[in-house]
C-alpha cells in the first residue's frame, strides 16, 4: 500500500482500521464495510462477545473509531496512522471539574457494579439506550473485557492527545446522540464537526451510507495529497 519510503503510492487507497465502541463488537461495520467493498479494511474485536481480533496495523492507514474506539483511536494509533475518522465520539467520557458535558462518574460506577453480578444486563440496558437490540446471552459475554473497557470509560482523558494531535481528523456526530450530546461533542472536538440530521450514537449503523461517503471522502483526500508528495 505504501511506496518503498512509507509515502503513499499514487493511485492506492490508504487501508482503513476501525475500531468499534463499548458493549458492541466489528458488527457495527458491517453495512459500512459493504458499502467501501473496493477498499482495504482491518477490523479490530475487543471480544466482548467472544473471538477478539487484534490484527497487525498495516504501513499507513486512516484510523476510524466509534464511540469508545474513536478514543482509542487518539491514545492507540501507531505512527503509521494518516488520519483519524472519529463517529459519535469524545475525548473524555466522565464528567470532571473542568469537563462539566461528560456523564457522572456515578452512572458509570453503577454500571461497573451492576456489571459484576449481570453484565448481560448492563450490556442490553446500554446498548437500548443506544437504540440497538440486546446482544447475547451471559455465557457469550467476557466480563472482565467489558468492565476493563468501562473503567477505561470512567478514566481516560484523551484530551491532551486532540490537543497535539499531528494528523488531520473527520469528525462526525449525531444531533440527537443519547449518549454522547452535542455538547459533550463540542466540548471534546470544537466545533469543527460533521452533524448528521436527526442521528444518533450508532451513526454505523443507522446511517451506513452517510459515514462510508464521509469515511471515503476523508481518506481519498489523504491519500491524493500523499500521493502528490511521493510524485514531486
Known sequence: ???????????????????????FDASVWDSVRELLADWPIHVVDAG????????????????????LGAMRCLAETGPGCRGWVLINGFTRFSAAADFPEGVPVRVIDRMLMRLAADPAAVVDDFRKRCGAPAQAPASGLDGAALAEDLRRLRDEDARDAWTARQVPACVLAGEADPVVAPTMTRASFGEDVGWCA???????LTHAAWC?????????????????????
Open 48 to 67: 466482548y462477545f467472544g473471538h477478539p481480533s487484534m490484527p497487525c496495523l498495516p504501513e499507513s492507514y486512516v484510523a476510524v473509531g466509534h464511540s
Open 1 to 23: 500500500m505504501t511506496a518503498s519510503d512509507g509515502r503513499v503510492a499514487m493511485g492506492r487507497p490508504l487501508p482503513l482500521v476501525l475500531l468499534h465502541g463499548w458493549g
Open 198 to 204: 436527526g442521528g444518533g450514537h450508532l451513526l454505523p
Open 212 to 232: 462510508a461517503a464521509r469515511i471515503r471522502a476523508f481518506a481519498n483526500a489523504l491519500a491524493g495529497s500523499s500521493a502528490g508528495v511521493a510524485s514531486a
